[in-house]
């Protein structure tokens, strides 16, 4: 197979277009000679002549009448291709995946996708669900996602860590139960309260209830079947008829961004940004590198 110089179709389509080597050249902004040259190196390349040498100018053979087809085509697709890697590096088109831990996904993970649609509508985010931060770690290890969203620390090994922020994370009451309880809520006295989990999470504390869908767990503590653990903003800003309380020593997670060594695509570092800015509207997030109480 022969490999065609691209800088060499489009002097051809060029000089078709425009009639003549010498209208080319000017369009072009290259000298008459060398366009010239460049159309007898392809006809070698091809192997054949694309245009006939007459007193009147060039003239296309049926070969070059033939060529002209697919080096249209070929110049179109090399113009589409261009302007596709444009709108990727422009974040006009793209795609991203998230790995993000399931307490995470409730809070920040809703707020920092919206915030990146809203920037950039042309990108598709894709959120895949992830057990614990082993989870996480391996859905970026092996590709499936870009970035990890996890509770830090965590065993990277070859992946790299964008500490983010310290999140709160708060005690969540029906009101009935609440009544009964000094705020802020002891840990001790949280041992004994009964706990609803997702499931596949952590166990905390006395658990009682167990269930596959996490809006489930909102309504079953509204409805007083017992506490659970949530992210302070997600729990103030989204959650009605439940009591949300500190507890004592308060509970703090850092958070963090993984990815894989190297650089990252147009649409990762526009997500990464946004999480750096994040505390500043967060409900009391703090910034990595504060003093958090441990859990």
């Known amino acids: 197979m022969r490999t065609v110089d691209l800088r060499l179709i489009e002097y051809f389509v060029a000089v078709v277009d425009h009639g003549g080597i010498t209208r080319a050249a000017q369009a072009l902004y290259v000298a008459q000679p060398s366009l010239s040259q460049a ?53 006009r088109a793209g795609r991203l995946e998230i790995a993000a831990l399931a307490a995470l996904a409730v809070d920040p993970l809703p707020g920092l996708t919206a915030a990146l649609r809203t920037r950039h509508p042309a990108l598709l985010v894709t959120v895949l669900d ?14 499936s996602a870009e970035l990890g969203l996890t509770e830090l620390p965590v065993d990277v090994g070859t992946l790299r860590t964008v500490e983010l922020w310290t999140q709160e994370t708060v005690l969540v009451l029906p009101a009935d139960l609440a009544t009964e309880l000094p705020d802020p809520v002891p840990m001790h006295v949280v041992a004994d309260l ?39 903003a997600f729990a103030e800003e989204c959650l009605d008829g439940v009591v949300v309380r500190s507890t004592a020593p308060p509970l703090h997670r850092r958070i963090g961004l993984l990815h894989r060594a190297g650089p990252r695509s147009p649409a990762a570092r ?17 910034p990595a590198g504060d003093s958090a109480a441990p859990s």
Request: hydrophobic share 45%; charged share 20%; net charge positive.
């Open 194 to 232: 009964p706990v609803v989990v997702e499931s596949g999470t952590p166990p905390a504390g006395r658990v009682a209830v167990q269930c596959a869908h996490r809006h489930a767990v909102w309504e079953l503590v509204k409805h007083g079947a017992g506490v659970a653990f949530l992210p302070r």
């Open 39 to 91: 159309i007898r190196t392809l006809e070698r390349q091809l192997g054949v002549d694309l245009f006939e040498r007459t007193p009147r100018g060039l003239v296309l053979t049926p070969d070059g009448t033939a060529f002209a087809v697919p080096a249209r085509q070929v110049l179109a697709d090399l113009a589409r291709a261009g302007a596709a890697v444009r709108d990727v590096g422009d974040l």
């Open 270 to 286: 526009a997500f990464l940004d946004l999480a750096r800015q994040a505390p500043a509207s967060a409900t009391n997030a703090l």
């Open 130 to 143: 992830c057990d614990g931060p082993a989870d996480v770690t391996a859905r970026v290890r092996n590709g």
